[in-house]
């Protein structure tokens, strides 16, 4: 297996091409929400490419895989169930796990297994919470954004339910390339 060369997008080094590589995610490329964090996917995908049209797409197969910074009472996304396993683990600060309308708190080194069709959402608390996302992927594979009460307080939730992200997250803006300043970023140099 050869190796992918890592090329300069707008907001952080992404793979050129399939490969192994690797990257300091201090170096990859970000993507940032106002509504719901930053995240970090390691992969060249629409989003991350948005300002770099010059780039090919290059996405996993078979899993998905992001850091997710979550904001002070900010959600990571919508309260949703997708029809492959999603597995989360917090790796520092602390978070609300809305689960099937279960509110959890979680902290750092806290894991979370969510079978296929598993409703959830993570919602920031007091300070920055980083969490590392992993998703199966196939080409069956479906998403729901379901009404929630207990989301729907955190305002994590679609306004209808409804199997269109699109539909689900219109009132929100696009992800943009973007990365956190380094005195934002959720880690210390050389930590």
Request: with cysteine; charged share 20%; glycine share 8%.
């Amino acid at each position: 297996m050869p190796q992918a060369p890592l090329v300069e997008a707008a907001s952080g080094l992404v793979p050129s091409g399939d490969g192994w590589f690797v990257v300091n995610a201090a170096e990859a490329a970000w993507v940032m929400n106002p509504d719901f964090g930053w995240r970090c996917s390691f992969e060249a995908n629409g989003a991350v490419l948005r300002e770099s049209p010059e780039l090919e797409q290059v996405l996993f197969p078979q899993l998905g895989f992001r850091l997710h910074v979550l904001e002070p009472g900010k959600p990571s996304g919508l309260y949703h169930a997708e029809s492959e396993q999603e597995d989360f683990l917090v790796l520092a600060g602390e978070c609300l796990l809305v689960a099937e309308e279960e509110e959890r708190h979680l902290r750092a080194w806290d894991f979370v297994h969510c079978p296929p069709g598993t409703r959830h959402v993570f919602l920031g608390t007091d300070r920055q919470c980083v969490i590392l996302m992993t998703g199966a992927r196939t080409d069956e594979g479906t998403i729901l954004y379901p009404l929630s009460e207990a989301a729907a307080r955190h305002g994590a939730a679609a306004s209808a339910e409804t199997r269109s992200p699109h539909e689900a997250y219109a009132p929100h803006p696009h992800w943009q390339p973007g990365r956190p300043e380094p005195d934002d970023m959720p880690w210390e140099e050389g930590a």
